[in-house]
């Protein structure tokens, strides 16, 4: 809020302090009785010397309110001049930092990403904090050249690539290590944005207990081609998380007990063609989990012993032709899980043992042509759906518990 100037509000507070001491002095009078001093009713002296004292008394108290307004103003211009030097200072060694992720040395660009992540950590505001998140995530997203193979006649290159993934592997260790610090507190990343859409993500990254609950995290395209992604124990409560069109083709992807209460995953149009992806144990009880228009050709995704109480999760136009998707011992108990229109034609889909006890399972217009669907010893009713869309002719595609199939 922009200050009045000095000398405006001096002049007004004390205006308003005589004032309030005039007002003061006449209504004691006026309360005493006294609004003719000539009347039969006089002031004693003590009375009128009492009455002045408590106006001069109130003027006193004014000068104290204006040294008081000089002292609230000096204090804000001073914080002003300390935030714009804390924010020069913080854009001198931003301006450095950025200089140093582009030297030619790939020694020079690591201390530049610590210094950044170290700049993010100290930003005066959230604006200058975001800001170096951002620029962190761009150089993710910058094309590199592939690894030439540590043929003799290219090890030079070879040995620059593996300095060069190392300072990507380090910035998304320190993304994982930043999230996982609770929300408000130093060097806590929780609440900013996250921008790796497109990034190639071929080494470890470790967001076990981060907290998803505000901001937008963005792995749309991203390709998990090798290593370890940890969510193991994460928790998604608000914001929204995107892998829409990521492309799992290698190394491990864990959602290990994650909780899902609110907010929005999105893996829409993702591809999971090779690898491993785990769900298990994990808990959705709110929120929206979106896999629609999924493509499971190949690796294994895993929501053995899920339990699904609440929220939305939808499978909806999925396509499953190759691969592990399994269900194996989940709970359903509440929410919506909607496999309409999904198309089962190859691979194995696996939800032996599964119970289902409450919410809502649907498999309307879901078509079945091929691979191995498995209800092997599910407890509960049928999904919805499930029996016209399957037919209860086809056990080889399909497998029911036979308290599912109607009496011919």
């Not at 993934?165 to 408000?184: M, Q």
């Not at 599910?378 to 086809?394: F, H, I, N, W, Y």
Request: aromatic share 12%; net charge negative; hydrophobic share 45%.
């Amino acid at each position: 809020m922009r200050l009045w100037k000095v000398g405006r509000a001096l002049t007004l507070t004390f205006a308003a302090a005589v004032l309030v001491a005039g007002g003061i002095f006449y209504g004691l009078v006026y309360l005493l009785d006294f609004q003719e001093i000539d009347t039969t009713k006089k002031l004693d002296a003590k009375t009128l010397f009492d009455l002045v004292k408590l106006s001069f008394g109130v003027v006193a108290g004014a000068g104290a309110l204006v040294a008081l307004v000089v002292a609230y103003r000096r204090q804000r211009v001073d914080e002003a001049g300390a935030h714009r030097e804390t924010t020069r200072l913080h854009t001198e060694r931003f301006s450095q930092a950025v200089d140093k992720l582009g030297s030619d040395s790939p020694a020079v660009r690591l201390g530049g990403v610590h210094a950044l992540a170290g700049l993010a950590d100290d930003a005066p505001d959230q604006d200058l904090r975001q800001t170096c998140i951002d620029v962190l995530c761009a150089y993710l997203r910058l094309p590199f050249t592939p690894d030439p193979g540590d043929d003799p006649a290219h090890l030079e290159e070879h040995h620059r690539y593996l300095a060069l993934r190392e300072v990507r592997h380090t910035i998304l260790r320190l993304i994982g290590d930043h999230y996982r610090i609770p929300e408000g507190t130093h060097r806590s990343w929780q609440g900013c944005d996250l921008d790796l859409t497109a990034v190639t993500i071929d080494g470890p990254i470790d967001f076990s207990g981060a907290r998803f609950s505000g901001g937008t995290v963005s792995f749309d395209r991203a390709a998990f081609v090798g290593g370890t992604v940890f969510f193991d124990q994460a928790a998604f409560s608000g914001g929204t998380v995107r892998f829409d069109q990521a492309a799992f083709s290698g190394g491990t992807v864990s959602f290990n007990r994650a909780t899902f209460s609110g907010g929005t995953v999105d893996f829409g149009h993702a591809t999971f063609s090779g690898g491993d992806v785990d769900f298990g144990f994990a808990m959705f009880s709110g929120g929206t989990v979106r896999f629609g228009f999924a493509a499971f050709s190949g690796g294994t995704v895993r929501f053995s012993h899920a339990a699904f109480s609440g929220g939305t999760i939808s499978f909806s136009l999925a396509a499953f032709s190759g691969g592990t998707v399994r269900f194996g011992h989940a709970a359903f108990s509440g929410g919506d899980m909607d496999f309409g229109l999904a198309t089962f034609s190859g691979g194995d889909v696996d939800f032996g043992f599964a119970t289902f006890s409450g919410g809502i399972v649907r498999f309307g217009f879901a078509a079945f042509s091929g691979g191995t669907v498995s209800f092997n010893r599910a407890m509960g009713p049928a999904p919805v759906g499930l029996l016209d869309a399957a037919g209860t002719r086809s056990p080889v595609v399909v497998d029911f518990p036979s308290a599912w199939i109607p009496n011919p």
